[in-house]
C-alpha cells in the first residue's frame, strides 16, 4: 500500500495520509503488522500540522511493542471497554434497530463511491471509514467522519484517558477535522457518562482493505 497519488493540495494530501495511516495503527495486530508501520512511516513525511506529533507517536509506541504483546493490548483496550469502542453508530444507536438505519449514511457513501457492498466488517468501523476516506473519496469521507465527530470524541477521550498509545492515533484524526463546538462536547460527555441504548440487532459486515475484528466470544464492547 504505497502514498496517495491522486490528491490536489497540501491540506487533502495531508489528511488523506493521517487517515491512512490511523487507519492502519488502529488494524489489529496480526502478522502483517510490520508491513502496516512501514507505510505508516512513508506516510510521515506528508503530515503536516498538529496531526503529526501525535501521529509519530502511535506510531513509535506501536513499533516498540512485540507482536504478541500489541495484540494482547489490542484487545484489552478495543474489546474489554465499551467506551473504546470504533463502531461509531454504537453510540448514537446502540445495539438497536435505529442501528441499521444509522448504517445507512455509510452504505450510500461507500456505493454512491463506487465501493463494494460491505463484506467482513461493519461499514461504522472506525478504521474502515478512514481507509475509505484516504484512498477512495475525502470528501464523502470526510463528511462522515465530520458527521460522526462525538463518537470519535467519546473514543478519544476514553483512549487518552486511559493512556493507550491508540488515543494518539485518534488525536490526529480529530486534528483534521474541523474543532467541536461546545454543543458537541456536552453531547459527547453525556454519551460517555450513560453509554448507548441496548437491544441486539444483527449487521451486516463490511470492509476495504483493513483487517477484520476477530471473533472473541463476546459483543466486542466490555
Given amino acids: 500500500m504505497k502514498l496517495l497519488n491522486r490528491v490536489r493540495g497540501d491540506t487533502t494530501l495531508s489528511d488523506r495520509a493521517v487517515w491512512q495511516a490511523a ?22 513525511p506528508h503530515v503536516r500540522g498538529s496531526a503529526r506529533d501525535p501521529l509519530g507517536r502511535a506510531h513509535a ?46 452504505l450510500s457513501a ?4 463506487g465501493a463494494h457492498a460491505p463484506k467482513s466488517e461493519a461499514p461504522d468501523y472506525l478504521p474502515v471509514v478512514l481507509e475509505f476516506a484516504a484512498r477512495v473519496d475525502p470528501v464523502a469521507g470526510r463528511r462522515l467522519l465530520v458527521e460522526h465527530r462525538v463518537p470519535i470524541d467519546v ?24 474543532r467541536a463546538t461546545e454543543q458537541e462536547a456536552q453531547r459527547a460527555q453525556r454519551l460517555a457518562q450513560a453509554g448507548p441504548p441496548a437491544e441486539a440487532v444483527g449487521l451486516q459486515p463490511f470492509t476495504l482493505t ?12 466490555g
Fill in 23 to 44: 487507519s492502519l495503527l488502529l488494524a489489529y495486530p496480526d502478522a502483517e503488522r510490520q508491513q502496516r508501520l512501514d507505510t505508516v512511516a512513508d506516510l510521515l
Fill in 61 to 106: 509506541g506501536l513499533g516498540a511493542l512485540e507482536l504478541r504483546s500489541a495484540a494482547e493490548d489490542y484487545v484489552a483496550t478495543f474489546d474489554l471497554r465499551r467506551r473504546c469502542t470504533m463502531y461509531l453508530t454504537y453510540w448514537t444507536a446502540g445495539d438497536t434497530r435505529n442501528r441499521g438505519a444509522a448504517m445507512h449514511a455509510f
Fill in 110 to 113: 461507500y456505493r454512491e463511491s
Fill in 155 to 178: 473514543l478519544c477521550d476514553a483512549l487518552v484517558e486511559s493512556g493507550s498509545v491508540y488515543g494518539d492515533a485518534v488525536t490526529a484524526v480529530c486534528a483534521t477535522l474541523p
Fill in 210 to 221: 483493513v483487517p477484520p475484528r476477530r471473533e472473541t466470544g463476546g459483543n466486542g464492547h
